[in-house]
């Protein structure tokens, strides 16, 4: 019994460690806040878009993707040629997706105060 723990608790492990992600996006933005412009300027580069309001400096970084994700489905043979139908299962068609994330930094006095993430892939 005790051989076969000593077996299974490094297998165990590295499927734990599989799980294992790094922090979020969120949590890493937020260790911006409370530093100066040039610090956020220097680890993130020159923001997309940047407008001030009122006193207050508006950062955005924008980030897209687009993608393709091809049909699935049995083709049935047709008369006229491959007939892509529900004889064989189930059909899904191809499709295209976007995915977007803007990261919105507020400064005030040259200091990061808060941020916002903004789309579908934040």
Known sequence: MRRTLVLAAPVAALMLAGCAVGP???????GYVGRPESALVAALGVPDRRITVDGTTYFAYVERSYGYQPGVGAPYPGFYGPYYGPYYGPVFPPETYARHCTVTFALKGGMVKTFALRGNDC
């Open 24 to 30: 979020s996006l969120a949590e890493r933005m937020s």
